[in-house]
């Protein structure tokens, strides 16, 4: 989202900090009205089904979004031409808009997204050029599990119909700990390893701080005649 603001893709930063905090669906992000935060709440309708959302805005989405502006700021070249300024001077009714400052189309949204991900992962900057916005809502999905969620409560942020749809996140959540409360396991088995090799090797220091007198076999009776 750095990289975004920093190349004025304001309306594309806008996107992705709504999809990872909120786990909006790609189709929704282009429909997302500005009246949707009020009060300290983000709420609207998803999908086809058109299903209510209503929550708490995360503090990230907040942040975030308070470093970009309402709609897409004319450049230097554009504020310098007439024409240019009627057609990008008009604030856009949704949250997410394009260099143009008009609303992105689903397609579109993908398209400009898949752009900058690619140009990021030939740089060098980002691991593989996948990252796309449903990979952003599955981590708000998985990171609502591991934050405990029910799956009615994290049906209800994501806006799912069914609980069951939750589901999914949930049992990733869950493989999530297993895998590292195996890592606490083994962790804590190598701390007792080598606590006991510690104890056991000759010479170990005493709580007193001196070195421990290896203790050797008595003589047997009559050795040495």
Known sequence: MAELIRTRRFGLARAVAIARYVGARREDLTKIPRAARAGGRFAFLSGKRRVPVNLREDPELTRWLAQ???TQPLSDWQATRTAAKRRTLTTP???VYNRQGQPYSADGLAQELAKVVG????????DHARYDVHGLRHTRGV?????GATDAEGAAQLGQVSPASFAQYRRQADRIRMADNASDKLTELRARQAGAAEANSPGTKSATGGATKVQRPAALPGAGR
């Open 93 to 95: 009714i949704t949250l």
């Open 143 to 147: 990171e609502l599990a591991l934050a």
């Open 68 to 70: 970009t502006p309402e």
């Open 119 to 126: 140009e990021l992962h030939k740089a060098g900057r980002i």
